[in-house]
């Protein structure tokens, strides 16, 4: 009897000692949720989505440039495929268009905050390749562009190349020019063509209980960080000029 | 004078930065993003209070959302646990939990003589199937119970810490490190699963969170059926989560005892 209670008992504690439900890294290659980030929002031109699988085995990795302002006043801006499947399944709405007149000084003081704590971490928005949406933030990425020497460097530097992924030296830096206007652009952009902010994919991927977004929901609809950038998206403006240095 | 003054400056600037970790400073992981905080970091972007362990405290954001590897040859760590996590856990009872780095490969040598050095990270937490902290996390510094505000002051020597909304238990800043220690008290009986969160860095010698080395997951864990037994004090080596998984398992084992019983006594 006591050899099979001592089987019992090491049959239990073998059991129970094994893995759990146990899950395992989701991002093996570093960027966890690939170029588009499966967030089954669909294909919507200007949208946060540039998949455009269609169901083929090529992943089309959509990266834009900077909205340019052209004679006509419209904006224009060129779209590649990284992964140069040869199909546009996905492919982002170049324009030209017309971007929504919102008002850059509420971004800069009440969105852009929310945008660079949720948004802007380097393996989501904030990567040149393979996103429509691209946030440039300090600490996080930062745009190409040249600035003045920093720390113990005694030229000018890349921002991008010294300042992304750290807070010190370049990557200290407030935002430059260039990084605000981009992110004021690149946000804007979502709602063309959207009549209701609510039905736009600055809020709609990742609002908790919208699109997929890999999973990742930042706020409910009740949040304040919601109604902010809602707020923006409706046209509100700051009514006054925001100064939101050093950032 | 004004030159070195400003020189003297960059330096320190430089020597205090951590590096391929998190941020430049334990406090800097409840800064906002877009940094404005007054002294003494000022200016300095921060998390925001997002750590990163995965869980829905930090919107499923991971440490790898931020440490970016970019490098196949990458993803290499690995991380064990003393106790192994068993399939349960139980109500109430305190956990000593240590999570290992294994097979750390970055920041090993060769890190310049303005770093602090070979500096690692966790980041962790517990939480329900509905999203909240599962019972009651304690580091070096702070604990659920007690949650202060503020980081550790400077000088702190502990390796855990938490603080701000303490939603998650974080690596402090500590050379060399690989192995962390801390308690955890699951809830009360009636909370149901229980998953733990949890994402380690090995960190690089380069000042920036570009190509370390991440590795995060999640195990999730049954509440278990509570016994009949006599108290055990909480640093006993029985509250483990696998002697606790084999005392889950104990109600069917005990069952299976007596069902054999009967049948070697009907033969």
């Given at each position: 009897m006591k050899t099979i209670t001592s089987i019992v008992a090491a049959i239990a504690l073998i059991a129970a000692c094994g893995d759990a439900a146990t899950k395992d890294d989701p991002c093996p290659r570093g960027?966890?949720?690939?170029?588009?980030?499966?967030?089954?929002?669909?294909?919507?031109?200007?949208?946060g989505t540039t998949t455009g699988d269609g169901g083929g085995a090529c992943r089309e990795s959509w990266g834009c440039t900077a909205w340019a302002k052209n004679a006509q006043g419209q904006y224009t801006r060129t779209c590649t495929d990284a992964?140069?499947?040869?199909?546009?399944?996905g492919k982002p709405n170049e324009g030209p268009l017309s971007l929504p007149d919102l008002d850059m000084d509420f971004y800069k003081c009440k969105v852009e905050p929310i945008v660079d704590r949720g948004c802007a971490f380097l393996g989501c928005h904030g990567t040149e390749a393979g996103r429509v949406y691209k946030v440039y933030a300090r600490a996080r990425l930062r745009r190409k562009e040249t600035v003045p020497a920093m720390c113990l460097q005694t030229s000018p530097q890349d921002l991008q190349e010294m300042g992304s992924g750290t807070t010190m030296c370049d990557g200290w830096l407030p935002h430059t020019t260039g990084e605000w206007q981009e992110n004021f652009d690149n946000a804007r952009a979502f709602m063309v063509g959207v009549a209701n902010p609510d039905d736009c994919e600055l809020l709609s991927q990742p609002v908790i209980g919208g699109k997929n977004h890999t999973g990742v929901h930042l706020f409910a609809k009740t949040d304040a960080d919601y109604t902010t950038i809602r707020q923006w998206l409706s046209g509100t403006k700051l009514g006054s000029t925001c100064n939101p240095d050093p950032n | 004078m004004r030159t070195a003054i400003v020189l003297g400056l960059v330096l320190a600037i430089v020597a205090s930065a951590s590096l391929a970790r998190a941020w430049d400073g334990d406090p800097l992981w409840y800064n906002p993003a877009n940094g404005k905080v007054a002294q003494p970091y000022n200016v300095m972007p921060g998390g925001g209070g997002i750590i990163g362990t995965g869980g829905a405290g930090d919107h499923a954001v991971t440490c790898a959302h931020c440490h970016i590897k970019g490098d196949a040859s990458y993803g290499t760590i690995r991380v064990s646990f003393n106790p192994p996590f068993g399939t349960t856990y139980m109500p109430n009872k305190q956990y000593t939990v240590t999570l290992n780095l294994v097979g750390e490969h970055l920041g090993l040598s060769g890190c310049g003589q303005y770093v602090l050095g070979n500096i690692n990270e966790f980041a962790a937490t517990f939480e329900t199937d509905s999203g909240k902290v599962a019972g009651a996390m304690q580091a070096d510094y702070g604990s659920t119970a007690s949650c202060p505000t503020t980081p550790p002051p400077m000088g702190f020597t502990g390796a855990t810490m938490m603080y701000g909304d303490c939603h998650a238990i974080i690596a402090a800043?500590?050379?060399?490190?690989t192995s962390w220690t801390f308690k955890w008290t699951a809830p009360p009986p009636g909370a149901g699963n229980v998953t733990f969160f949890y994402g380690v860095v090995d960190g690089d010698c380069m000042m920036d969170s570009l190509k370390d080395d991440v590795k995060v997951g999640s195990v999730t864990m049954s509440e278990g059926v509570m016994m009949m037994a006599p108290p055990r004090p909480p640093n006993d080596p029985a509250s483990t989560f696998s002697s606790f998984s084999s005392f889950g398992l104990a109600v069917p084992a005990i069952g299976l005892v007596v069902a054999l019983r009967r049948r070697r006594k009907r033969g």
């Amino acid at each position: 009897m006591k050899t099979i209670t001592s089987i019992v008992a090491a049959i239990a504690l073998i059991a129970a000692c094994g893995d759990a439900a146990t899950k395992d890294d989701p991002c093996p290659r570093g960027l966890c949720t690939g170029p588009s980030g499966d967030d089954g929002g669909g294909v919507t031109g200007d949208g946060g989505t540039t998949t455009g699988d269609g169901g083929g085995a090529c992943r089309e990795s959509w990266g834009c440039t900077a909205w340019a302002k052209n004679a006509q006043g419209q904006y224009t801006r060129t779209c590649t495929d990284a992964a140069m499947c040869g199909t546009t399944n996905g492919k982002p709405n170049e324009g030209p268009l017309s971007l929504p007149d919102l008002d850059m000084d509420f971004y800069k003081c009440k969105v852009e905050p929310i945008v660079d704590r949720g948004c802007a971490f380097l393996g989501c928005h904030g990567t040149e390749a393979g996103r429509v949406y691209k946030v440039y933030a300090r600490a996080r990425l930062r745009r190409k562009e040249t600035v003045p020497a920093m720390c113990l460097q005694t030229s000018p530097q890349d921002l991008q190349e010294m300042g992304s992924g750290t807070t010190m030296c370049d990557g200290w830096l407030p935002h430059t020019t260039g990084e605000w206007q981009e992110n004021f652009d690149n946000a804007r952009a979502f709602m063309v063509g959207v009549a209701n902010p609510d039905d736009c994919e600055l809020l709609s991927q990742p609002v908790i209980g919208g699109k997929n977004h890999t999973g990742v929901h930042l706020f409910a609809k009740t949040d304040a960080d919601y109604t902010t950038i809602r707020q923006w998206l409706s046209g509100t403006k700051l009514g006054s000029t925001c100064n939101p240095d050093p950032n | 004078m004004r030159t070195a003054i400003v020189l003297g400056l960059v330096l320190a600037i430089v020597a205090s930065a951590s590096l391929a970790r998190a941020w430049d400073g334990d406090p800097l992981w409840y800064n906002p993003a877009n940094g404005k905080v007054a002294q003494p970091y000022n200016v300095m972007p921060g998390g925001g209070g997002i750590i990163g362990t995965g869980g829905a405290g930090d919107h499923a954001v991971t440490c790898a959302h931020c440490h970016i590897k970019g490098d196949a040859s990458y993803g290499t760590i690995r991380v064990s646990f003393n106790p192994p996590f068993g399939t349960t856990y139980m109500p109430n009872k305190q956990y000593t939990v240590t999570l290992n780095l294994v097979g750390e490969h970055l920041g090993l040598s060769g890190c310049g003589q303005y770093v602090l050095g070979n500096i690692n990270e966790f980041a962790a937490t517990f939480e329900t199937d509905s999203g909240k902290v599962a019972g009651a996390m304690q580091a070096d510094y702070g604990s659920t119970a007690s949650c202060p505000t503020t980081p550790p002051p400077m000088g702190f020597t502990g390796a855990t810490m938490m603080y701000g909304d303490c939603h998650a238990i974080i690596a402090a800043t500590v050379k060399d490190k690989t192995s962390w220690t801390f308690k955890w008290t699951a809830p009360p009986p009636g909370a149901g699963n229980v998953t733990f969160f949890y994402g380690v860095v090995d960190g690089d010698c380069m000042m920036d969170s570009l190509k370390d080395d991440v590795k995060v997951g999640s195990v999730t864990m049954s509440e278990g059926v509570m016994m009949m037994a006599p108290p055990r004090p909480p640093n006993d080596p029985a509250s483990t989560f696998s002697s606790f998984s084999s005392f889950g398992l104990a109600v069917p084992a005990i069952g299976l005892v007596v069902a054999l019983r009967r049948r070697r006594k009907r033969g």
